[in-house]
């Protein structure tokens, strides 16, 4: 199946600092990608889909500002938390779609981010 | 709103033995229905979906019939193995739209 990276996997600051995690869909184009959020024993939650070269579409109650989105490219879509605080911890998943000959239900997803803000 | 309701884990079993891990939604239509797979150290993978009532999906031995009547989407296998430890996540699609609702995933632990 197709592959789906995020770099890095695991990462650690200090509260104020702002992290940027990437998406890259490794061997198709994706239109669409989306960006999901997991706290520990609960559902991932969708906290925003974004199509290559136009703004995300946030969900309800996801700060825009707070949790910012591009994809600039069809390969590449980027998150970044900005001024992060120890309530951001969390593992952030990606996800992309489109390219492949695979019905609208295939989406890929990348092996997730983890968080911890101190 | 749209929802899904899955088992809690963890869930272990011995080598061989019967698996069901529940899964009931609740939604307003007839959306499509999907089991993904984690797998240690990976990003979930689609195991197995159905798209109408009565389909059932299979992949890798497990299987999944959906239920309209009951609102289920129950995931089975009849002999597990130590390969199929993971977490298991029943989720839906409404067909208005690409966001994908998930359960809160149902951890399996398979002992050889």
């Known amino acids: 199946g197709a592959v789906v990276s995020q770099h890095p996997s695991r990462v650690i600051c200090k509260s104020g600092t702002s992290v940027k995690i990437e998406c890259r869909s490794l061997d198709f184009q994706a239109t669409t990608m989306f960006w999901y959020r997991q706290f520990p024993k609960k559902s991932l939650m969708l906290m925003a889909t974004s199509n290559e070269g136009s703004k995300a579409t946030y969900e309800q109650g996801v700060e825009k500002d707070k949790f910012l989105i591009n994809h600039a490219s069809l390969t590449l879509s980027t998150l970044t938390v900005t001024s992060a605080h120890p309530e951001d911890s969390s593992f952030y998943i990606c996800s992309a779609r489109g390219g492949l000959a695979g019905s609208r239900e295939t989406q890929y997803f990348g092996p997730g981010t983890r968080l911890l803000v101190l | 709103g749209d929802s899904v309701t899955q088992m809690e884990g963890p869930v272990t079993l011995s080598e061989e033995a019967f698996l069901t891990i529940n899964c009931t939604y609740t939604?307003?239509?007839?959306?499509?229905l999907f089991w993904y797979v984690q797998y240690p150290g990976e990003g979930l993978q689609l195991l197995l979906k159905a798209t109408k009532a009565d389909d059932k999906g299979s992949n890798k031995g497990f299987e999944a019939t959906y239920r309209k009547e009951t609102t289920s989407f129950h995931l089975e296998k009849g002999s597990v193995q130590v390969s199929d430890s993971a977490v298991y996540f029943c989720?839906?699609?409404?067909?208005?739209?690409?966001?994908?609702?998930f359960g809160k995933g149902t951890r399996l632990h398979i002992l050889p």
């Open positions: 989720a839906l699609r409404m067909n208005r739209d690409d966001k994908i609702i």
């Open positions: 939604a307003t239509g007839y959306p499509s």
